[in-house]
């Protein structure tokens, strides 16, 4: 079996306005079971990169352990790449970002990443609103150690193996808004129509930005029973809204009715366009984004689109008013600017 991706691409293949072919955006051939949820998040962060003309070589992809982690193996195989131990993915990217703010940071994590051994930094790296895109690909079982049930396995649901889960679900979308993620995302992987652009407002957002994927895992949690597998989220998904992505400037729209459509304008001057389906939820609203939250979780379905979003806070590099050069790119009289300057800090602080 050979693991490399084959060269040949159809000749007429689209070019974006960098005058690349989407093929550029892809990675190593992926070892990942077929059918594999995962590898369709893949497919969906390469097409947001070609479609919003990004180099690869201004993206960082960081993981930690597990099935998801392997997946920045498969995208962007000429950007740059770290792949840090198990639940340790935020501590890396913080140190990346503060060290050279002008990249995009791509977190790819998992349930047990993010939910088990890296909860812990999970809620820190929430919490300082860190610039970046941390995507959890969440199949609720541990996928490399036989399937196991993983801390958002839904109480009741069934593995593999016939044992039914006694615990509740810790849901990390909903702890996310708690704990004051400025952008916050749910999806399903078999959705593309809904991820991507999805995908693209989370790396124009200007903090940290926290993505929800439902991604069933073939081998070990697609049985009748579980609440991850591809039959139970075809039937349970419950939409916010009908969304695209549209990079232009327009007068941001807040107050809009069920069935009408409205442009969230970010930073940048691009926007997140939503067609509203609910009468009381409100992705500028945090408390109606947690209540619409509970109330899909009480009758049993996976609410999924774009579920806040805050434009407004600042980001840990304004937080600590860092440079705004990159600290990779400064001289030396920059980073040693003399005693003179070291001795009126001093004095200042006495």
């Not at 807040?254 to 009468?279: C, F, M, P, V, W």
């Amino acid at each position: 079996m050979t693991y490399v991706r084959s060269t040949f691409r159809h000749p007429a293949l689209p070019k974006n306005d960098l005058g690349y072919t989407v093929d550029y955006y892809e990675g190593s051939l992926s070892t990942l079971c077929a059918g594999c949820g995962h590898d369709s998040i893949n497919a969906a962060i390469v097409e947001a990169c070609w479609q919003m003309n990004i180099e690869p070589h201004k993206v960082a992809k960081l993981s930690g352990i597990g099935c998801s982690s392997k997946s920045p193996a498969y995208f962007l195989s000429n950007s740059h790449g770290f792949n840090s131990v198990h639940g340790r993915m935020p501590s890396v990217a913080t140190g990346a970002n503060l060290a050279n703010r002008d990249l995009i940071y791509f977190g790819v994590s998992g349930d047990g990443d993010t939910a088990s051994i890296g909860m812990g930094q999970f809620v820190h790296v929430v919490r300082r609103n860190l610039n970046m895109v941390y995507l959890v690909m969440n199949n609720g079982c541990y996928g490399l150690t036989k399937g196991q049930d993983s801390a958002t396995a839904d109480a009741g649901s069934k593995s593999k193996a016939g044992s039914v889960n006694l615990f509740e679900a810790i849901d990390l979308a909903s702890l996310a808004i708690e704990l004051g993620a400025t952008f916050v995302a749910q999806s399903f992987s078999g959705d593309k129509e809904q991820l991507v652009p999805l995908m693209k407002a989370a790396m124009k957002h200007n903090g940290f930005s926290f993505l929800n994927v439902i991604s069933p895992c073939v081998t070990f949690n697609n049985n009748p029973g579980s609440t991850k597998s591809y039959d139970y989220v075809r039937e349970h998904v419950e939409v916010t809204g009908t969304m695209d992505f549209v990079p232009m400037m327009r007068e941001i729209t807040t107050n809009y009715e069920a069935g009408d459509i409205s442009d969230i304008t970010l930073h940048d001057g691009s926007e997140i366009r939503l067609h509203k389906l609910q009468k009381d939820w409100d992705p500028l609203d945090r408390f109606s984004a947690i209540n619409a939250m509970q109330r899909a979780k009480d009758k049993g379905e996976i609410l999924t689109g774009l579920l806040y979003i805050n434009e407004d806070a600042p980001d840990l590099q304004s937080l600590l008013n860092t440079t705004e050069k990159p600290l990779n790119s400064l001289d030396r009289e920059a980073i040693c600017p003399g005693s003179a300057v070291l001795e009126e800090l001093n004095s200042s602080l006495r």
